[in-house]
């Protein structure tokens, strides 16, 4: 891959570069491009990132508005007390038919979105959607879930359709289990029974994904008052029921992952107006079931419960008078502070804002061509050929020299003496050398590959990007 780097320096490089660096970096060679868009690549580098503390900080926001109704996404840093909007993320799309884009989950900063038959990847780290073929048709309600399967690094839709409650004869359809997988790129009906008499408490709120399963609130039919959560192993591809805690009954259950742990929020709004919080300490011993708080909702005020902040407040959505806005809640102090992004009720959605790769690999729904003119058309080969050099060359200059002099910086401050640092740090004080020999000619002699050429590959194609 390179004349004076050996393979897993580059590697190591590569791995601790932010997303966007990395996008810029597909211009330098055909060989970096093709390694940063591999599927090893990808899913090696999310492995570090969830590996980061500093993820933690960042929160993705999604709110949908009225008149017109467009979704929004909001970039926050969650910094201890403050919890400041960093930018506003655009999405691609637009709903078709329905006034927004039903949410069917997240998971590592992946969206997955709905709109009837239509359903949607997006990675806003990378800026790309993609559109996943259409399901098996099947007449009746569904219930989808959509999460990640850590054993084969693979995104999953799960798409459960009920039968028609209208249909009572002997040869009723039985429930349809059907499974998108990203790394298949197709759905596929699967054999897995559904547990007789189970029905879903609600169908408008997100599954929570965790541990390679999805979870939902769901009730049996056949016995009163009794609530459960129904998990889906999208590795084994079976279902399993999880007895709520004693004490955890309500109007409504709903199921979250909060701090890495599945939750469930118990909602009573009949009787004493307020919400319990339930935190599973151990995944899937039912006896680790512990309640962590017990949220007074002010006579039906505060409704939906999202999740902690980093300071431990409680987001959740309050009624206020031109609407319903995202708030916060110290359940030390019990009070409520609005963090004044307003929007519809069950469209909020905060999660966990990932960097991520993942979709870089697949090709673009919709490919933009530019037109291109005559003159340029009839442009001299050995012209093209200059300015490509030029434009490689600005690329790696501007962009790849100071965020190696970055790495490097860490590196030395990290109070590290092992001799694969030393190793590593030896090799960037070279690449950087060489960069900055380079930079007074960068113009000069764009004529001549041999005496500007960057050795980190061979930078023989313009990769668009």
Request: hydrophobic share 35%.
């Amino acid at each position: 891959m390179s004349d004076y780097l050996p393979e897993e320096v580059v590697l190591e490089i590569l791995h601790r570069l932010p997303v966007k660096s990395l996008i810029q970096f597909r211009c330098v060679s055909k060989s970096w491009n093709s390694l940063i868009t591999s599927s090893a690549f990808i899913n090696s580098h999310l492995t570090r990132s969830l590996s980061l503390p500093s993820n933690s900080n960042k929160l993705i926001v999604r709110h949908c508005v009225d008149s017109p109704y467009v979704d929004h996404y909001k970039l926050i840093d969650d910094n201890g007390d403050s919890f400041d909007q960093i930018q506003n993320i655009e999405f691609p799309l637009t709903s078709r038919r329905i006034k927004h884009f039903m949410l069917i989950g997240s998971a590592n900063g992946l969206f997955s979105l709905y709109e009837q038959e239509r359903f949607i990847l997006w990675n806003p780290s990378i800026r790309k959607f993609i559109t996943l073929p259409k399901p098996s048709s099947y007449f009746g309600s569904c219930r989808q879930a959509f999460g990640f399967d850590p054993r084969t690094n693979d995104y999953k839709v799960v798409r459960i359709a009920f039968p028609n409650s209208t249909d009572m004869s002997e040869e009723a359809k039985p429930h349809l289990i059907e499974i998108y997988s990203l790394n298949e790129g197709s759905w596929r009906i699967t054999s897995a029974p559904f547990p007789p008499g189970i029905w879903f408490s609600d169908w408008r709120l997100p599954a929570a994904s965790l541990n390679g399963a999805v979870h939902f609130a769901v009730y049996d039919e056949n016995i009163p008052s009794c609530q459960l959560v129904l998990s889906f192993d999208l590795g084994d591809e079976v279902f399993r029921l999880i007895p709520l805690p004693n004490g955890a009954f309500g109007w409504s259950v709903h199921t979250l992952v909060i701090g890495g742990s599945l939750s469930l929020l118990c909602y009573d709004i009949c009787k004493n107006k307020c919400c319990s919080i339930w935190v599973m300490k151990e995944y899937g011993v039912v006896d680790s079931w512990t309640k962590q708080f017990t949220i007074n909702l002010n006579g039906g005020e505060m409704f939906r419960v999202f999740g902690l902040q980093g300071n431990g407040n409680i987001l959740f959505e309050a009624k206020v008078p031109i609407g319903w806005e995202l708030s916060s809640y110290d359940p030390k102090s019990e009070q409520g502070k609005n963090l004044g992004i307003c929007g519809r009720p069950f469209h909020f959605c905060v999660d966990n804002y990932m960097e991520n790769l993942v979709l870089l690999n697949r090709p673009n729904d919709t490919v933009f061509e530019r037109r291109v003119s005559r003159k340029r058309k009839c442009r001299s080969t050995s012209d093209k050929e200059r300015v490509r050099r030029l434009e490689e060359r600005v690329c790696q200059q501007k962009t790849l020299m100071p965020l190696l002099e970055t790495i490097l910086k860490q590196l030395t401050g990290n109070g590290k003496t092992d001799r694969e640092n030393d190793h590593l740090k030896s090799q960037l004080i070279i690449l950087i050398q060489q960069l900055r020999g380079q930079s007074g000619d960068m113009f000069s002699g764009a004529g001549d590959q041999s005496a500007t050429q960057v050795q980190l590959g061979s930078p023989s194609a313009n990769q668009e990007m």
